[in-house]
């Protein structure tokens, strides 16, 4: 089968396809024709060896953490022709592959409502966010929640999450993204490039998807209130690190177990989430899906179909 790898650390070009063995699965573990996987800003640096002190790992390596895909054989509850969609094994990847085996305990049915290509843009944006606000701190109406990074793959998830819940929505996002967040629900959108710390009121939930200034962004809690820190700043990790130390701040890395992925199902069935794809890309152009995302500027997931 045909899999993206890279064999060296390096810019966008060490990604290509290779040919690969056909997984095997293991007892317990499901076989998946992954029909479209998401391709993301964290793993750019991963890609780049600039995490590879906090994450080691051998090459060649592939990339992508989260599919949407149909079953190939009866495993693990599942039967062949289901289609699912999922999240690989805690900080592995490889699934923008034609074929991955995987525990059945991080999958579940993909919503009805959606193709197997649009689905593939939710797992892990939509389970981190289900993580946080509703897992490590329970969001409630009337909260008022500032999502940094509103645009981001992560952050429209958390704005309409936050619309569903009852949070007062205060989105800090790029110019051009303004209007899409306040159609996601924000109640506020403001533009990041010219918004400081010091504009912005006071918040019992702060939601950090960049990963700087975040002892600014802490000032701004209720006295109650949590920051959520989701990026380690690969430049300065060890102050990203002691910073996720501070009283008031969460940090963790997204592992969802198999219910936090179905309740996701649930959400988007039921209309409360819905996928945001900034665009959809062959796996042959991975090289290219990793540029965009590094770029940046263009709302939601970038999405890595088969074909
Ligand atoms: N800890 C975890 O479990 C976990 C899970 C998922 C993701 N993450 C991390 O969370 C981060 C976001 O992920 P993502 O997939 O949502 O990335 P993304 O799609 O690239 O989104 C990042 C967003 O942040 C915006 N942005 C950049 N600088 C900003 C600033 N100073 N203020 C406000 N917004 C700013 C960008 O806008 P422009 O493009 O317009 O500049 C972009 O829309 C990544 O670093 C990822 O590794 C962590």
Not at 101 to 119: G, I, K, V, Y
Not at 206 to 233: C, E, F, H, M
Not at 260 to 275: D, F, N, S, Y
């Amino acid at each position: 089968m045909r899999a993206v790898r890279y064999d060296r650390y390096g810019p966008p070009e060490v990604l290509h396809v290779a040919d690969v063995p056909d997984p095997v699965a293991t007892p317990g573990e499901v076989l998946v024709d992954v029909h479209a996987s998401g391709a993301g800003l964290g793993e750019v640096a991963i890609r780049e060896g600039r995490l590879r002190t906090v994450m080691p790992g051998k090459l060649p390596r592939g990339i992508g953490n989260d599919f949407a895909g149909v079953v190939v054989h009866d495993a693990g509850g599942f039967h062949a022709g289901d289609r699912v969609w999922g999240v690989l094994p805690w900080r592995t990847f490889g699934a923008t592959a034609e074929r991955i085996a995987l525990p059945a305990a991080r999958l579940a049915p993909a919503p009805a409502n959606l193709t197997l290509t649009e689905a593939a843009a939710l797992p892990v944006s939509g389970t981190t966010v289900l993580t946080a606000l509703d897992d490590r701190i329970t969001l409630r109406r009337g909260d008022r929640l500032l999502v940094r990074g509103a645009a981001g793959a992560v952050g429209v998830v958390a704005v309409q999450y936050g619309r569903a819940v009852g949070a007062h929505v205060t989105a800090l996002a790029g110019a051009r993204a303004l209007d899409l967040v306040r159609e996601l629900g924000a109640d506020e959108a403001l533009d990041y490039r010219t918004t400081s710390p010091a504009d912005l009121g006071r918040f019992d939930v702060v939601l950090d998807l960049v990963g700087t200034q975040l002892r600014a962004y802490r000032r701004l809690l209720s006295p109650k209130g949590r920051l959520i820190a989701l990026v380690a700043d690969p430049d300065h990790l060890l102050r990203s690190l002691l910073a996720g130390l501070l009283p008031g701040v969460v940090a963790f890395s997204n592992n969802p177990p198999a219910a936090r992925i179905a309740q996701l199902t649930a959400l988007v069935e039921q209309g409360a989430i819905r996928p945001v794809i900034s665009a959809t890309l062959p796996m042959t152009e991975a090289a290219e899906a990793h540029r965009r995302v590094a770029k940046g500027g263009v709302p939601g997931r970038l999405v890595l179909t088969r074909a």
